[in-house]
């Protein structure tokens, strides 16, 4: 390495032309594209055998065929296979125990490959063992490794006999072979160049000294013992707040870069998904394009992969709520807004069943389209064709359909391999199998990749370039403090403990191997730049304080790096302040017009009472019509819960008899009104729907006993259960009425008396109403009843319809209160709700705030403006909208800002 690059190294003219006098082998931390590129680079062709892999070279010594070779997933399918057979299963109890852990299949393929890697012979594997028996004892051979090397040994009796082979067995095949002898029917190259950054291991080691005896090996490696930080190079450790503050760092600075500047920058990161998120979004932000725009983890959020499966995941899950939601959310279907709603309302939890009829009927069309397609049994193959039938038919992108063709197409080859290709299994088999494939493979390749564009490398890899570039700046993002002896080199095979303990005389990979490779490339990338900036971050994503990379750091030779504590990026800055930016407290919208052919505005009690609690909720709940979608519960919606324990009350009333009596027991009504009230948006069952009742029987067994004893004392005669529609016309720029229904209405000897249930406790006192206009529904019941029925009304009365049962809030009058007999209400003196000026003075107070406050709904006047704070923006549904939930609350309770 002269330089540094290894690109030096690449012996570009013996391997070029048609008959390539030197071969290239690439292994661990180099790409065959960055070498494949050097030559282009060179302006150099060359043939596919010039550059190739250590498994692509036992292939072509051995004389075998690529397509019996298994991939990763193919293994994967034979390892499962084997052990769904039951009686191959019973012998493996610790392995059916780690079954449950995630990536179960692929962490046992990797054991597998790698165990077999470290021994070249069996003999050699025995004396492992031997060697591990010594040294540990009796117990060297833990319960989970005998299992592993029993299913080895069936796994590859079953590879063997199927004609089929993994890198393990080719690499033994051909260091056999070579031991025989150069294999007649291939030319032999003068040399053979292997460019790795990863010691190997026994069974490599072995081939590669098989060959060596045929053929000049050499090998090009990055060297722990040599490099690092050149003399007069800068190196500095920049300490940011988080990852993501350091990933915005490094895009200012290419930002302010020119295009073409962009090849003396290079950004080393580590193989962690959120490393390289923070990366590309800070560059998406900027528009600054990647050279090599594949990204590694695209699978796990591209969302047009992911919407592409949905169709699938409807079917083999039945029909989940969860999986409807996410298919209707993938398609963008306009009629979800009124689907979703019902769809929660009905309780679904699966089953095709559950979307007939009703508003879903269309939606159940559908369902069961996707149903004929892809239910029943099937083979791989007639899955995969409809499946990608169904891309073609909702015109999903070319590059999706594209993906799927290839990835069915290795998927169904492999079970060709395996002899399972006429195999049928119910789409859920076939879907888990799906996702666990998608989870491992490569993503697809993009058609375009920009002229100038910001390089992005891996840790491991080693520093190969095309063509020197001149200086280089490098860029280390979250490189991890352990980064040289966190990852463990252990796995079900060997442990790491064993490892270290083979390692010391056999060419068994350990952590110190681990440690000398990566030790070695990160020096190599040091000796190839002129300036170094480590990008480092106080705090982990999970909040997490990261440790300090200075240890790191002299065991590259690197001694006192200054570190610079930069603190937040001045783009999040803003977001770590004590108030935070808050939207409008104050909207104006275009006065409301009466519809054509009316001649007056119509405004409902509902309207008016929530604005004059907060006029944002009036706007946001009345006049833009927002509200929550909720899901299903096992506890009944509070809308709901108030629909049914309204209806159950009237039906007690109703069944009420002279005396006063009432005809039906609180279960009976409560029996009736949820027949007739559906309770929905609850999941269905018994013990849910027994355990909600018990709580609603209690309520309705304490409003019995407030309405006896209320019977008894005030003696009034029911006028109205929700069956008198009152309004108030009212005259302003624009005539306008308020409409409504108050709940109830009770006749006593000197007027009438209005009452209003309400499920939650938080109800207001009579001097609130009148002082501040707060929660106007009930005054203005008691205005238009007045006007409606030319009777005085002699209070108003909240109703709670809760376990406190309570009655003291509203407007009441002294003269009508007391504990004697015809007294409608028995407060005491002090209450808030006890005014002892005459009804006609308080009405009329009422009625002037009616009236200013209806005016200034119709005007378009909104304020963010709650009269009772506390009591409101507690449970407002539209707190994140007006910006409370985003306030920050002083000592006095009142939000900064408001
Ligand atoms: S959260 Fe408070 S201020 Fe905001 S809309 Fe609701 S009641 Fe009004």
């Not at 002269?2 to 790409?31: H, M, T, Y």
């Not at 350091?246 to 930002?255: G, H, M, T």
């Not at 080199?489 to 681990?514: H, I, Y």
Request: charged share 30%; with cysteine.
């Amino acid at each position: 390495m002269d330089n540094g690059w290894f690109a030096d190294e690449v012996p570009v003219s013996e391997a070029s032309g048609l008959r390539p006098r030197a071969w290239i082998c690439v292994g661990s931390g180099f790409s065959r594209e960055d070498i494949k590129s050097v030559f282009l680079g060179a302006g150099r062709g060359f043939t596919a055998e010039a550059v190739t892999s250590l498994p692509d070279l036992a292939i072509r010594l051995t004389g075998l065929a690529a397509d019996r070779v298994l991939t990763g997933s193919a293994r994967q399918e034979v390892l499962r296979m084997l052990l769904a057979n039951r009686r191959v299963a019973s012998r493996f109890e610790e392995l059916k125990r780690l079954r449950r852990q995630v990536s179960f299949f692929r962490r046992l393929d990797l054991a597998i490959q790698a165990g077999r890697m470290s021994f070249a012979h069996a003999s050699e594997e025995e004396v492992y063992l031997e060697r591990l028996h010594e040294r540990v004892g009796p117990e060297a051979i833990r319960p989970v490794q005998r299992e592993i090397r029993m299913l080895a040994d069936a796994y590859e009796a079953w590879v063997r006999g199927s004609g089929l082979w993994d890198p393990p067995l080719l690499i033994r095949e051909a260091s056999e072979l070579l031991d025989r002898g150069w294999p007649e029917a291939i030319s032999r190259p003068e040399a053979i160049h292997v460019f790795s950054a990863q010691t190997e291991e026994s069974l490599e080691k072995a081939f590669w000294e098989a060959l060596s005896r045929h053929v000049p090996v050499i090998r090009h490696s990055p060297d722990a013992t040599r490099g690092g930080v050149p003399d007069g190079a800068k190196l500095t450790i920049e300490r940011w707040h988080t990852l993501d503050d350091a990933a915005e760092r490094f895009c200012d600075e290419l930002q302010k870069a020119s295009p073409e500047s962009w090849k003396h920058h290079a950004v080393l990161i580590p193989d962690y998904p959120g490393v390289r998120r923070s990366l590309t979004q800070a560059l998406m932000r900027r528009g600054l394009p990647l050279a090599e725009p594949r990204d590694p983890g695209r699978l796990r959020w591209d969302e047009a992969i992911k919407s592409a499966v949905i169709p699938l995941s409807v079917v083999g899950r039945d029909f989940e709520r969860r999986e409807v939601l996410k298919w209707l959310a993938s398609r963008g279907s306009p009629e979800r807004t009124v689907w979703i709603p019902e769809i929660n309302a009905r309780a679904i939890r699966q089953g095709l069943k559950a979307y007939v009829g009703g508003g879903l009927a269309p939606l159940h069309v559908e369902l069961s389209a996707l149903q004929t397609r892809f239910s029943g049994r099937k083979t791989l193959a007639e899955l995969s064709r409809l499946h990608l039938e169904h891309l073609n038919e909702a015109g999903s992108p070319s590059s999706v359909t594209s993906f799927f063709e290839s990835f069915w197409n290795e998927f169904c080859s492999d079970l060709e391999l395996l002899g399972m290709a006429e195999r049928r299994a119910p789409l859920l088999y076939w879907l888990e199998r799906l996702k666990a494939r998608l989870a491992e493979s490569t993503p697809p390749v993009e058609r375009s990749k920009p002229e100038h564009g910001v390089r992005i490398f891996r840790l491991q890899q080693a520093p190969l370039e095309a063509r020197a570039t001149g200086p280089l700046r490098l860029w280390i993002l979250g490189l991890p403090p352990d980064w040289l002896g966190g990852d463990s080199t252990g796995d079900f095979w060997w442990s790491a403990r064993e490892r270290e303990l083979l390692a010391s005389e056999f060419s068994v990979r350990s952590s110190v191997q681990s440690v000398s490779d990566r030790t070695g490339t990160l020096k190599a990338w040091f000796t190839v730049a002129s300036e170094v900036t480590i990008l480092d971050g106080e705090f982990e994503f999970d909040g997490r304080e990261r440790e300090s990379l200075v240890a790191l750091l002299r065991v590259l030779g690197v001694q006192e790096p200054p570190v610079l504590t930069m603190g937040c990026h001045a783009r999040r800055l803003s977001s770590y302040g004590a108030t935070r930016p808050v939207p409008p407290q104050e909207i104006r919208l275009a006065p409301l017009q009466p519809k054509t052919g009316d001649a007056r505005v119509e405004l409902t009690a509902t309207t008016l009472d929530r604005f004059s609690r907060c006029a944002f909720q009036g706007l946001a709940l009345q006049r833009w019509r927002l509200w929550d979608v909720d899901d299903p519960d096992v506890e009944l919606w509070p809308n709901v819960r108030g629909n049914i324990l309204h209806h159950a009350v009237k039906l007690l009333l109703r069944s009420r008899d002279e005396e006063g009596r009432f005809g039906l027991l609180p279960g009976e009504a409560l029996d009736r009104a949820w027949r007739e009230k559906s309770p929905k948006g609850l999941f269905r069952g018994r013990r849910v729907e027994n355990y909600v009742k018990v709580q609603l029987r209690e309520v309705l067994e304490k409003f019995c006993a407030k309405e006896s004893e209320f019977f008894e004392r005030a003696r009034t005669r029911t006028l109205s259960l929700e069956d008198l529609k009152v309004r108030l016309d009212c005259e302003g720029p624009v005539p306008f009425s308020i409409i409504g229904e108050p709940d109830r209405i009770e006749e006593h000897r000197d007027g009438l008396l209005i009452s209003d249930y309400k499920t939650s406790s938080a109800v207001p006192n009579g001097t609130e109403m009148l002082d501040l206009g707060y929660r106007l529904q009930l005054p203005f019941y008691a205005l238009a009843v007045k006007r409606t029925l030319k009777k005085p009304v002699i209070g108003i009365q909240f109703i709670e319809l809760n376990r406190k049962a309570g009655r003291n809030n509203g407007i009441f009058f002294s003269r009508f209160n007391g504990k004697e007999a015809g007294k409608i209400s028995t407060l005491r003196s002090n209450s808030k709700s006890l005014f002892t000026a005459e009804p006609d003075e308080v009405w009329s107070r009422l009625e002037e705030e009616i009236t200013k406050q209806a005016l200034r709904y119709l005007e378009g006047r909104f304020e963010v403006r709650p009269k009772k704070r506390e009591k409101e923006c507690r449970a407002c549904p539209v707190a994140d909208l007006c910006g409370a939930k985003r306030l920050v609350q002083q000592n006095d309770g009142e939000p900064e800002g408001a």
